[in-house]
Each structure stands twice: as structure tokens, then as C-alpha cells.
């Protein structure tokens, strides 16, 4: 039965997400209504910018004061999409204080503070939703919070930035430039307000955290990850990763020991082979795997940036918080959190692609892989491309099975030394490039990149 009183509802931001919702919210109002059992009305938009054109917002519902606005005192709930830390932190405790559920958008505010969020949002009574926060469209929050609760997540990988699927995308398919794909992620509004977040890997970091946090019931801060962005991906790399049959993507990797006592949580680039289903995401899309003891292997897939994509999750949220205003009951609070210990990137264990500049000259394949051996780091290819003093390009190009294996370098300037390893601790690979990098004959190491999915 349908109840009279519509549930007051609040925006905070009206920028891409929010239009959309704010589009979705008052041209569905019937099927919202009927979902929830009571209508929605839109109490207040909060904006920046009053007088900017804004297609389809009711105009005498902007105001530039968020503050007030969250202080009314009658709102059920309240959904924010300005994004970053502050003044959203103390907008959000505010509505938690004048018994507003919220629903967020917002990865770096809950990868940073989640956890005191989700104890005010309990103090109060009332709900935290933030499905948008992690993947876009893509329904990840609540079947890692509520569907797999029950089994044992072991790991979680993949794809949760969109903007730099697109790039990467764009780079690889269309031999498009990087500032140029990112200008078109930025206008189709994948990108973040500062785009820095997404190319330098602070937004798939934070949603790492997120997502490892719920996976392993632990608490993991935006700090806890190791980063690195995409930044420093060249051409190169893409062309090397192609030679080998892989594609370059940057991945969130999650994972508890084996011994269940510790977790890690990483954000790279990554080459990973052309037959993984991650090769073939695409543009703008996500692709997350799940792999849980007794459920096996998930993998959960769609747009992961974007208004619409964005709302879709937002509007999840809002009914859910809705019903459960009605019900004057509370939903997803945070379940019963141990602290498992975050382990450093140097525990990692994973496989490498090293490419070296190196002196073409006799013996340095022998010098560079006792480097290797001597840091029991163990290669599984080497390649040479002689790059000058007449080599005239890649020569000796055939994969050499192991270290000394491949032929003689040619005396005389300079080649290229492409060495893909065996599984090997993080450390012991830095240690090794560290030593690399002593030797007279190792002219630069051109670049390193971590190698997933198989
Ligand atoms: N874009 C995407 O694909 C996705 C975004 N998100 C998250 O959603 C959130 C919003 O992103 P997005 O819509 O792209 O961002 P936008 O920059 O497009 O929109 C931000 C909105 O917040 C308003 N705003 C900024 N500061 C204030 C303030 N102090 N008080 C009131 N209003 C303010 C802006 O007002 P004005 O319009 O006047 O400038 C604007 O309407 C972020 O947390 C983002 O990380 C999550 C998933 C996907
Ligand atoms: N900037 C983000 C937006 C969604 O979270 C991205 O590109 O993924």
C-alpha cells in the first residue's frame, strides 16, 4: 500500500552523476513510487554554481547551501555526488546527525573514513550505501557484502577505473596519444574532476580498499594499497606487451595469504595474456573477478563510468535505503570487522617483464641473468632487439629459453634486453633491478612491468 507522505529526498552535486539521477528520479517517479511503497520528492539540490544551464533540473530547487540544506531536519535521505573529502565528510555526518540515510558516490571519501562513516551511520540509525562508489553500474558492494557473506573471498582482481581502460583502449587499438584519449575520457564524463585521481591510480586504489575491506571483512584504508598509475606506460610497452601475445591494463589486485593472516591490496599496470577475459574489456567498461572458496570463480562485468551507468547504481541505492526508511529499519551496516595486518608490495609474489638497455657486446646475457639467479629470481624468456651500429633494428628476435640460451649479442653499441621471469617476490625483483642497475654493461632499465593473468 502506498504511503502518503512522500520520503524527502536531498542531492548534494549535480555535475554528471547527479543530473542523471536527478533526470532519473523525476521521470520515473511513478515506478520509483512503486517500487519503494511512497513517492520521492526532491527537496534540494546543492550546487556550486546556481545559474549554470542545467537541462531538466528544476531551477528553484538549487541552492548553493549544502549546509542548510542537510540541516533541515526532515530529509529521509540523503545521496552525495560532489566527491572528495571535505566539506562532503562534514556534510554527511551532518545528515547522519539530522537522521538522514545516505547514499555516496564517493570512493575516496569511504576509502579514507568508511569505517568512523559507517559507525556514525550506526550511532544514528540510519543507513550508508555506496554501490556507485566501485565499478560504475556494476552491482560488486552488495554481492561481496550480502550474496557471498557466507563463503570465504579469497581474491579479487581486475579492472575498476574506467577512464584508464579507455585510454589504455584508445592507445592500443587506435595508436591514439595519451593526453588526446584522455581529453575524450574527460569530455564523456568518465574522468574524475581532477583527472590525476584516475591516471596516477588514486581512484582504483581507493576502490581496492573498498573492495578489500568488504571481501576479507577487514579494514583497508586508501593508504594500505600500493599505487602506481598508468603515467608511466609508453608506447613501448604496449608495443612489447603485443609481442608477446598480451595487452597492458591497470589492474586492483586484492588477496589474502594463504595462510588467511594477512591481505594485500595493489593498483599497477599490468601485461596480461590476450586470451584472459580481461584482455577484451573495453573502453570505458569494468570487469572485476571475484574468486570465493565455495562459490569458485565470479566475474562481474559492465559500464564502470558514466552519468547513466552511475545513477543506475545511485537510484539501487536510494530505493534500498528508502524501503528501509519506511520499514524504520536499517540495512547493510558493516559487518563484524577483524584487523587483519596489510602486508607491503614486497611480499607480492607475481612475474615480471624487464626491459633493459644494455651494451651489445659478449657476455652481458651471462652477466644479467647471474644478476637474476643471484637474487633467486628465475627467468622464463629472454629476448634481444639489437637497436644500433648497424643491427638495423630487432634482430635475434625468437624468445630464448633461458638465461644464456639465447645467442651471442653483437659487439658494438647497444640492444635491447626483454627478460620475462617466473613467479617472484616483489622484493627480491627490486633487489634485482637495483643490481642491474650497478653493472656497467646495463646502460637503463627501460622499463618493468608486473605480468597477470594466467
Ligand atoms: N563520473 C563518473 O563516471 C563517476 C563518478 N563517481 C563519483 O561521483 C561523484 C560525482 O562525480 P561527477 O558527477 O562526475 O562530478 P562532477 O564534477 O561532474 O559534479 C560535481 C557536482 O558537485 C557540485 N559541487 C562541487 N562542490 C560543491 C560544494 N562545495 N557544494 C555543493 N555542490 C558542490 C558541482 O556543482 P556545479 O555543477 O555547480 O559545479 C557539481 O554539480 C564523485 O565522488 C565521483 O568520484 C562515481 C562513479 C562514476
Ligand atoms: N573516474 C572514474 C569514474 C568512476 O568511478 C573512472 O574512470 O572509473
Known amino acids: 500500500m502506498m504511503r502518503t507522505r ?19 528520479i523525476t521521470t520515473q517517479s511513478a515506478d520509483l513510487a512503486a517500487r519503494i511503497g511512497a513517492p520521492i520528492e526532491l527537496a534540494g539540490i546543492a550546487v556550486r554554481r546556481p545559474n549554470r544551464v542545467r537541462e531538466g533540473v528544476p ?11 542537510v540541516k533541515r531536519g526532515d530529509l529521509d535521505v540523503v545521496v552525495e555526488v560532489i566527491g572528495g573529502i571535505e566539506p562532503v565528510r562534514t556534510l554527511i555526518t551532518t545528515a547522519f546527525e539530522h537522521g538522514a540515510s545516505v547514499v555516496s558516490a564517493n570512493k575516496a571519501l569511504l576509502a579514507a573514513d568508511g569505517a568512523s562513516l559507517h559507525a556514525q551511520a550506526a550511532e544514528h540509525g540510519v543507513d550508508l550505501y555506496y554501490e556507485a ?3 560504475g553500474a556494476i552491482p560488486l558492494i552488495r554481492p561481496l557484502r550480502e550474496s557471498l557473506a557466507g563463503d570465504k ?9 574506467g577512464t584508464t581502460n579507455f585510454i589504455l583502449d584508445k592507445m ?30 588514486f581512484d582504483a586504489a581507493a576502490k581496492a580498499a573498498i573492495l578489500a575491506g568488504i571481501a576479507f571483512h577487514t579494514r583497508v584504508t586508501i593508504d594500505d594499497v600500493h599505487r602506481e598509475g598508468l603515467t608511466e606506460v609508453t608506447a613501448a610497452d604496449i ?3 603485443k609481442k608477446m601475445g598480451c595487452t597492458v591494463k591497470l589492474l586492483a589486485i586484492c588477496e589474502r595469504a594463504r595462510d588467511g593472516r594477512s591481505v594485500t591490496a595493489r593498483v599497477h599496470p599490468a601485461m596480461i595474456p590476450l586470451s584472459h577475459p580481461l584482455a577484451s574489456v573495453r573502453g570505458a567498461y569494468n570487469a572485476v573477478f571475484v574468486e570465493a ?13 558514466g552519468g547513466a551507468p552511475t545513477a543506475s547504481a545511485v537510484l539501487g541505492d536510494l530505493v534500498a535505503a528508502c524501503r528501509n526508511k519506511l520499514a524504520a529499519t536499517t540495512g547493510a551496516g558493516e559487518s563484524a570487522y577483524t584487523q587483519l595486518p596489510v602486508s607491503p608490495m614486497g611480499d607480492v609474489v607475481t612475474r615480471y617483464h624487464i626491459s633493459l638497455d644494455v651494451a651489445d657486446k659478449p657476455g652481458v646475457l651471462a652477466q644479467v641473468a647471474t644478476v637474476f639467479a643471484e637474487h633467486d629470481v628465475s627467468i622464463d624468456t629472454v629476448r634481444q ?19 644464456g640460451g639465447a645467442g651471442r649479442l653483437r659487439e658494438g653499441g647497444e640492444a635491447s634486453l626483454v627478460v620475462v621471469t617466473h613467479r617472484a617476490p616483489d622484493a627480491a625483483l627490486s633487489a634485482t633491478v637495483a643490481s642491474l642497475r650497478t653493472l656497467d654493461t646495463v646502460r637503463g632499465v627501460a622499463s618493468i612491468m608486473r605480468v597477470e593473468g594466467e
Open 59 to 69: 531551477a528553484e530547487l538549487l541552492t548553493t547551501d549544502a549546509t542548510a540544506l
Open 153 to 161: 573471498v579469497n581474491r579479487v582482481l581486475g579492472i575498476v577505473n
Open 293 to 305: 572458496e565455495a562459490a569458485g570463480r565470479l566475474m562481474f562485468y559492465g559500464p564502470g563510468a
Open 133 to 135: 562508489a566501485v565499478a
Open 172 to 201: 592500443d587499438t587506435t595508436g591514439a596519444g595519451y593526453s588526446e584519449a584522455l581529453d575524450e575520457a574527460t569530455a564523456l564524463g568518465y574522468a574524475e574532476a581532477d583527472p590525476t585521481a584516475d591516471v596516477e591510480g
Open 385 to 403: 632487439q639489437g637497436r644500433s651500429q648497424g643491427l638495423g633494428g630487432d634482430t635475434n628476435d625468437g624468445a630464448a629459453d633461458a638465461p
Open 239 to 241: 608495443a612489447s606487451a
Open 6 to 24: 512522500p520520503l524527502k529526498v536531498a542531492l548534494l552535486g549535480c555535475g554528471v552523476v547527479g543530473s542523471e539521477v536527478t533526470r532519473i
